[in-house]
């Protein structure tokens, strides 16, 4: 063991080193676009290249694909396991980002994190705190190189959703008991699980995922998952507040019957879709949401189309043509906006838009298409209500 490691880092490390975590390619994730995060909170960056830190950047594909689009931003990338980061460092070089770091650091100390004055704008923590032995002082200790204007992007365990998981846990440790050496108890657990998923649906899910997924979720050596008061009391514990879900979208209580006021309607989301994970948007105290776009600071606010959502045009061919049948806009939750009226025209011209622009210039664009002063406006809040535009910090 590493001196001045603790057993349980110790051991986590090694089965991180054993099994890189996870398998893939770099991808773009849910609120990886720093600009547009710091666009939504009420305190200002200074003005200076933004930095991003990945806190268990793992083979780094999510920090991989945000650095990608986001060439002006610098990105750190720290992790546990230097096989891990080693895959990381080869996408880096593959891609030929030169605006990421990566080292090798252990975020029970942060020793060795080298921290930009000020803090992180944004730090991104997917699927760690839950794996070190107290999470709420591995979180606050990120809370402590966030920068006071800064957003956390926080991935959590939700426990209702991992339930399902339980019942291969259970086989798998009557068969393999727990504190044998993770790649033995692989190397029984396969062929068991196998078996059973030809009678068992319980099982059919395991028996699918390749070993790096099946490591993480069946064999972990260290974790801990949430219920909502859990996550809450993590939060609180941690010194952080709330700013948002992730995915608002998920978290919108269906249209129920008789709901009084009072109800935690998250609450009422975890029980009916029983989640796997929780992903919010955690600020300190002091920060929070920016006040609301009114009638008078449109014009002079900053936008710019969302780096997390997707334009999809839809055309047909004839003998003799072809028509532009939809266009449709797939926001980062994946929900799909099919663009009618005024709202094709400014999918149009958005689509075709590269860098910032303000509401006024917006709402002139719009208006040299022959819409109305009044129309462009509407426009311009429902483009930002589906995340098909963000708000820039000022
Ligand atoms: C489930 S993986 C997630 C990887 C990555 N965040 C992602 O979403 O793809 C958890 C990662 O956290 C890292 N980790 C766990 N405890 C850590 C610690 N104390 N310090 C640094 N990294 C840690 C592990 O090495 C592993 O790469």
Redesign the pocket.
């Known amino acids: 063991m590493p001196s001045g490691m603790d057993t349980t ?1 110790a051991e ?2 090694a089965l ?1 080193e054993r099994f ?3 398998a893939g390619a770099p991808e773009l994730r849910l609120s990886c676009d720093a600009e547009a995060l710091l666009g939504e909170v009420a305190l200002s960056a200074p003005r200076r290249p933004l930095e991003v830190l ?1 806190a ?4 780094g ?2 920090l991989v694909g945000a650095a990608a689009i986001q060439p002006d931003v610098r990105f750190t990338g ?4 230097r096989a ?1 980061l080693a895959d990381a460092q080869a996408s880096v070089k593959r891609m030929e980002l030169a605006n990421v770091r990566l080292a090798a ?4 100390t942060l020793e060795g994190l080298e921290v930009p004055p000020g803090g992180f704008d944004v730090i991104h923590s ?3 705190v839950h ?2 032995a107290d999470p709420a002082a ?1 979180l606050r200790r990120l809370g402590g190189v966030l920068a006071p204007h800064g957003v956390l992007v926080l991935m959590v365990y939700a426990r209702a959703g991992r339930e399902r998981y339980a019942k291969v846990t259970q086989v798998i440790d009557a068969i393999a008991p727990r504190g044998e050496p993770v790649a033995e108890r692989l190397a029984q657990a396969r062929p068991v699980v196998t078996a059973l998923a030809a009678t068992h649906e319980a099982f059919a899910e395991a028996a699918r995922v390749d070993d790096v997924e099946f490591v ?1 979720r069946y064999l972990h050596v260290q974790e801990v998952s949430y219920d909502l008061e859990g996550l809450r009391q993590l939060v609180r514990e941690a010194g952080l507040e709330v700013l948002r879900w992730c995915d608002p979208d998920y978290w919108t209580t269906p249209p129920l019957p008789n709901l009084p006021q009072t109800v935690d309607s998250d609450a009422v989301v975890a029980a009916v879709k029983a989640p796997r994970v929780f992903e919010l948007l955690l600020v300190h105290p002091g920060n929070g949401p920016r006040a609301p776009l009114t009638a008078e600071s449109v014009a002079q606010s900053r936008f710019r189309v969302s780096t997390e959502g997707t334009f999809e045009l839809v055309t047909r061919c004839t003998p003799n043509d072809v028509r532009q049948e939809a266009l449709r806009f797939r926001a980062a939750s994946g929900r799909v906006h099919t663009l009618t009226g005024v709202l094709a025209v400014a999918g149009l011209c958005l689509r075709e838009q590269r860098g910032a622009f303000t509401g006024a210039e917006f709402r002139d664009a719009l208006v040299g298409f022959g819409t109305t002063g009044a129309d462009a406006g509407m426009a311009l809040a429902e483009c930002f209500r589906i995340g098909m535009i963000v708000r820039l910090p000022d």
């Open positions: 880092t986590v490390r991180y890189p975590y996870p990945d268990g950047c793992g083979r594909l999510g720290v992790d546990l396991s891990s650091v252990d975020l029970t997917s699927g760690v794996h070190m591995g993480d």
